[in-house]
């Protein structure tokens, strides 16, 4: 009866779905992508290799998180795209809120 209609259970824990058109972890199919996300009280609970959305200065940044080993103030922030997205070096003081991808659908070009 409801033809083209996908229901989508909303995956447990997260706080927020945000829409997200950005090139740099998405492939070439994806016109955007709906992001099940989590707010982080602490920067604590940031796992690395975890993809996150830090809201960093004026920016928000939706990348995996990479730690520095030797420095425990700057994190690396890698891309699915790293030919055309480069690394991205942060300092965690700029850092003033964080979400965890906890889920996401990619939306795909007709």
Known sequence: PNDGMIYVPYPTGSDYVVRSFSRSMS???TAATDLFLKRLTTLDD?????EY????GGEI???RVRFIK??????????NNRV???DIYIS????????????RIA???S
């Open 27 to 29: 492939d070439a199919v």
């Open 46 to 50: 940031v796992v690395q290799g975890n």
């Open 53 to 56: 959305v830090l809201k960093v």
């Open 61 to 63: 940044i939706w990348r």
């Open 70 to 79: 030797g420095d425990n103030k700057r994190w690396r922030l890698v891309s």
């Open 84 to 86: 055309d997205y480069p």
């Open 92 to 103: 965690v003081d700029d850092i003033s809120d964080v979400w965890r991808v906890m889920s």
């Open 107 to 109: 939306i795909l070009e």
